[in-house]
């Protein structure tokens, strides 16, 4: 299994408060992505990553900021967290952009 | 956003059968990935195609990439318990995005 770990597992959360959630690699991956996982929807991506302080938008963005500072860490940030919000956050790596992307075991944030 | 549909969205059948899974879009994409997912588990890659009209085939998996790259297909012969879970297209069209289709959720019943 890819080395890839994801933190929290669950959260809850209360609305209006910011939330952290963090995708830690030990691949060396170049580039990490965050997505969503909601019924209906499939996955969506909000932002990725590729490379240190390298990051662009996904097609869900709004709500969420993302910072890379080291190779092996991607975080992302819910800065006044909404119900909307609620889901199941997935983290992934890839070698190169077009490449095969391996998936945490997700973190499940609870926004009440 | 590179709509990717896929169907059907449920699909429960006894173990034996066969069945196809359906990935379909209005876009071109560069390459195409089949991953399948487990409760509570990130999902997991099971083949890349990037070439029309491609088949790639995994032991009982055919996977089968369209002519004009718009569409692929999933086919499972002789289904089993362990086939169980959802199966997700990822369509990458050169924008280093992979967009994912909504899902196919594969029950099959001992």
């Known amino acids: 299994d890819a080395g890839i770990t994801q933190s929290p597992r669950h959260k809850v959360t209360e609305t209006g408060t910011p939330v952290t959630l963090r995708c830690h690699q030990t691949?060396?991956?170049?580039?990490m992505y965050w997505y969503r996982q909601d019924p209906g929807h499939g996955l969506r991506l909000i932002h990725y990553s590729y490379g240190v302080k390298d990051t662009d938008k996904g097609e869900v963005s709004d709500g969420y900021s993302v910072s890379r500072s080291k190779t092996e860490d991607f975080l992302l940030t819910l800065e006044s967290a909404t119900s909307s919000q609620t889901s199941v956050y997935f983290c992934a790596i890839g070698y190169t952009g077009g490449s095969e992307a391996f998936f945490g075991q997700g973190t499940r944030l609870t926004v009440v | 956003t590179q709509l990717l549909e896929q169907s059907p969205q449920f699909l429960s059948i006894q173990e034996g059968e066969n069945l196809t899974v359906y990935c379909n879009s209005s876009?071109?994409?560069?390459?195409l990935q089949w991953y399948r997912q487990e409760p509570g588990e990130g999902p997991v890659l099971l083949v890349t195609?990037?070439?029309?009209?491609e088949v790639k085939k995994l032991k009982r998996l055919t996977f089968q990439f369209g002519d004009a790259r718009k569409d692929s297909s999933l086919h499972i012969t002789a289904a089993q318990p362990g086939d169980t879970g959802l199966y997700l297209c990822?369509?990458?069209?050169?924008?280093?995005?992979?967009?994912f289709g909504t899902g196919t959720s594969l029950t099959v019943i001992p």
């Open positions: 195609v990037v070439t029309g009209g």
């Open positions: 876009s071109v994409f560069s390459s």
């Open positions: 691949e060396n991956h170049r580039y």
């Open positions: 990822a369509g990458e069209s050169g924008g280093n995005q992979f967009y």
